[in-house]
């Protein structure tokens, strides 16, 4: 497979959207232009990736068997990095809740912070997340027939 830009681009486009977002959250001038120019390249590098990726495994036939193994172990590499992340992020939080540190002032939550109750918005954000996920293992059978 030829080396492809979209890489380099795609991190051009996370970068000015990074700077843009906190140039406009701190009200610098033009920050919201970066914003929206970072955005535009994000979104014109997905379209434009998976165009090249499709014609070059459709049309060009470059995607050998080893191609198809790369592409296979970049995909499980994420996964296991998403996973990773959230257990250390998890890990953080449950270890803060437990033994809470002598800055906090020993107790959790800390001093001053009111806790939201499970009922409200964290319940309907768990239903909405569950039920897109059943949406997405029922689709899939009737995907594979």
């Not at 390249?41 to 379209?47: A, S």
């Not at 050998?64 to 953080?92: A, P």
């Not at 912070?113 to 319940?123: C, D, F, K, Q, V």
Request: proline content about 6%; glycine content about 14%; hydrophobic content about 50%.
């Amino acid at each position: 497979v030829d080396p492809s830009p979209w890489p380099f681009v795609a991190a051009l486009g996370g970068l000015s959207l990074t700077f843009g977002g906190v140039l406009f959250m701190h009200n610098y001038k033009g920050g919201g232009e970066l914003l929206s120019l970072g955005f535009i390249i994000i979104l014109y590098v997905m379209f434009t990736w998976w165009r090249d990726i499709i014609r070059e495994a459709m049309f060009e036939g470059q995607h050998t068997l080893g191609v198809q193994q790369g592409l296979w172990m970049g995909m499980i590499l994420f996964i296991v990095s998403e996973i990773l992340f959230y257990f250390g992020f998890f890990r953080g939080f449950f270890t803060s809740s437990i033994s809470p540190v002598f800055n906090i002032g020993g107790v959790w939550p800390p001093a001053g912070i009111e806790a939201i109750s499970p009922r409200g918005l964290p319940l309907l954000n768990t239903i909405l997340l569950m039920s897109s996920g059943a949406s997405v293992i029922w689709a899939h059978p009737a995907r594979m027939a």
